[in-house]
């Protein structure tokens, strides 16, 4: 059977990705839209073929409980309020699947999981990036170790913004900047292909004074952090540069190198490595494959096997504890220490 998802947000992510990779997915259906734009959200079930009675507005949203075409509901909302509508849709019976970077502060995130526990409903954070075959065979290459330990990290996720007034420039809205936005990209990867935790971080951030785009949130943010096996990860995120977005593992024979890494396509993985005297360079081609589709049938296949997701709340969780602690490192100019975190009790 496919699993039928409630899309909650018709912005840019659900209308331009989304939606249309729900269309490519094996075990995953669109089957309920969610809205505050009654006039668009016509529009777009009419494209997708949802039927008027499974339309809902955010006062609505709570007679999804009633519905038993939905077994998830997708949140694609500003970050601010990824906790409430996860807590509604948890308390509606819901599995839930939660747009990043999972919420504003580790408080909201807390009460996300338990209200998922309680409800004994599964909860994932859509880290597309650990679904997608490039970055998942980078994280494989590093594993087998023919590249030697890992010793160094640089990863950078840059973009620019232009638009004062949308809620990516409101800190109620995006509980911060370039860091939660798209600096998450970097931590989270970097957390991901090196299976480490980080166990202190060192950052300093800064905002052009007087630019409206930054009065409420940073501009940039660059941090290192610190692994216990040693490794450093120099990560930085700008929202005023041209795009650029890539990291390199130096690991001890040959580096490994992701460039449009965090793009929604288009990843290009090199790779170089010592061979006796000899420097032996290698692009690695794969399949091109929709992110969002594979994130999202990944969450399907866990809900009919009844098994954990590989990105569950507590990795959300996770990055925030590591972002408050970026963020306290930068106000205090100062090295911030990480407690050890339990487990993360991800799925295969
Ligand atoms: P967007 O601004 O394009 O869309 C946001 C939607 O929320 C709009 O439909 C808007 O009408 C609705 N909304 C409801 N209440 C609102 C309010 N008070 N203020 C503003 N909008 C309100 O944003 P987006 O780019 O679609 O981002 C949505 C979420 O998806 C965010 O959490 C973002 O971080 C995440 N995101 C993830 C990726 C990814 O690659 N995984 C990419 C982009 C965005």
């Not at 509901?73 to 999972?102: D, Q, W």
């Not at 954070?125 to 087998?144: C, E, F, G, M, S």
């Not at 913004?161 to 998450?184: F, Q, V």
């Not at 925030?320 to 407690?339: D, H, N």
Request: with cysteine; net charge positive.
């Amino acid at each position: 059977r496919r699993i039928g998802y409630a899309v909650v947000g018709l912005g840019h992510l659900s209308l331009e990705q989304i939606l249309p990779a729900l269309s490519s997915c094996k075990k995953s259906k669109l089957t309920a839209l969610v809205s505050g734009s009654p006039d668009k959200m016509k529009k777009v079930a009419a494209q997708y073929g949802v039927k008027p009675a499974n339309c809902y507005s955010y006062q609505t949203y709570d007679q999804l409980k009633n519905n038993k075409e939905v077994d998830v509901i997708y949140i694609v909302l500003p970050n601010s309020m990824h906790k409430e509508f996860t807590v509604r849709g948890a308390a509606a019976g819901k599995h839930i699947l939660c747009e990043k970077p999972m919420a504003v502060s580790q408080q909201e995130c807390r009460e996300m999981i338990a209200a998922c526990k309680k409800a004994n409903v599964k909860l994932m954070v859509a880290y597309r990036i650990q679904y997608q075959p490039h970055n998942r065979t980078l994280r494989d290459i590093l594993k087998k170790g023919e590249f030697g330990n890992a010793k160094f990290v640089d990863a950078s996720n840059c973009q620019s913004s232009a638009n004062p007034e949308h809620w990516r420039h409101k800190k109620a809205l995006a509980g911060g900047g370039a860091l939660p936005d798209i600096g998450l990209y970097c931590l989270n990867t970097t957390r991901f292909v090196l299976g480490e935790e980080p166990t202190e971080v060192f950052a300093y951030q800064y905002s052009t004074p007087g630019d409206p785009l930054f009065k409420e949130v940073e501009e940039l943010m660059s941090w290192q952090m610190k692994f216990p096996s040693g490794i450093i990860a120099s990560c930085s995120t700008h929202y005023h540069v041209h795009e650029s977005r890539y990291y390199r593992v130096l690991c001890e024979k040959g580096w490994l190198h992701m460039d449009k890494a965090y793009a929604y396509k288009g990843q290009q993985l090199s790779t170089a490595r010592a061979e006796g005297m000899q420097e032996l360079h290698q692009q690695i081609g794969l399949a091109e494959k929709d992110q969002f589709a594979l994130e999202m049938d990944h969450f399907s296949g866990c809900i009919i096997e009844n098994k954990p997701p590989y990105t569950p709340g507590e990795e959300g969780l996770q990055d925030q504890i590591l972002m408050e602690a970026i963020y306290q490192s930068a106000k205090e100019g100062k090295p911030v220490k990480i407690a050890a975190s339990t487990e993360i009790p991800r799925g295969p």
